[in-house]
């Protein structure tokens, strides 16, 4: 008998961007194969005006409430209004809070959108996506040594959403195609601060990606997606690479974050 989904509302309320609670909401769901979640999200809640329309569309489809919220009045709100309704609600910031708090021996100033703040840091990874959207799919190679990370591969090794990705951590990145027979730009070969990384994947793996690129209309692929071409590809980038003594990372059965956590590993000093 043929297993089928069962579908729960999963309303996400924040007095943020909400991104925070997507990601637990997300992480959670994914561990029941037979339920998925239909998302509510309600973003910058943060007065009873705004929050009791939320709180009636709850009660019109009831399901899990996740919540981050930090003025209490609204906590304790949302926490009554969910009894009363018989649904499950749980503030996702508040245990980790309380730990914090015990561990720390303070109490929290209970700031909304604290981790937002426009500090270095947020401007560091401002100037590392500017970087990184300019230095997308081999441009710019005259500032390759201005780069934190240099990711190197041939076509569909997922080095531009990789580059994003580390771009949003504050990391410098650019990215270069490895095109069978044509050598790579000397400045990449001449630059000393990028940690420069190979990233390859199996034949049958960027077969696949390429073949579903090529669904496009009005595409002729060519030898794009011959399986002898690509296995030359990747046989030619994986000697690029071990020539020029860079490490090399499989991304077939990774995901982006996996992959960029390993290449952080690398290089201690980008954590």
């Not at 649904?87 to 561990?103: D, G, K, M, R």
């Not at 690509?230 to 992959?259: F, G, H, M, Q």
Request: overall charge negative.
């Amino acid at each position: 008998m043929e297993n089928r989904k069962n579908f729960f509302h999963l309303h996400l309320i924040s007095d943020s961007t909400g991104e925070t609670l997507i990601s637990a909401g997300r992480a959670a769901s994914a561990q029941f194969q037979l339920s998925s979640a239909i998302e509510h999200v309600y973003p910058l809640i943060r007065n009873r005006r705004q929050l009791m329309p939320v709180l009636e569309a709850i009660d019109s489809e009831p399901g899990i409430v996740l919540y981050t919220v930090v003025d209490r009045e609204l906590a304790e709100l949302i926490d009554d209004r969910c009894r009363e309704m018989g649904v499950p609600c749980v503030n996702v910031l508040e245990p980790v809070l309380h730990i914090f708090q015990n561990y720390l021996g303070a109490q929290s100033r209970r700031r909304v959108g604290a981790q937002h703040a426009l500090n270095a840091g947020y401007f560091a990874r401002i100037e590392a996506l500017n970087f990184t959207m300019d230095h997308d799919d081999g441009q710019m190679p005259e500032n390759y040594d201005e780069a934190d990370v240099v990711l190197v591969g041939i076509s569909r090794t997922s080095k531009t959403p990789t580059s994003i990705y580390l771009a949003n951590r504050g990391i410098k990145t650019a990215n270069v195609p490895i095109v069978y027979g044509v050598s790579l730009p000397d400045s990449l070969l001449l630059a000393t601060h990028p940690l420069i990384v190979g990233l390859v994947a199996t034949t049958d793996r960027i077969s696949q990606v390429r073949e579903n690129r090529v669904l496009a209309p009005d595409y002729h692929p060519g030898d794009y997606t011959d399986r002898a071409t690509i296995a030359e590809e990747l046989k030619y980038a994986r000697a690029l690479c071990t020539r020029n003594n860079w490490p090399i990372i499989d991304v077939t059965r990774r995901s982006i974050e996996e992959t960029a956590a390993a290449i952080v590993a690398l290089r201690p000093k980008l954590r």
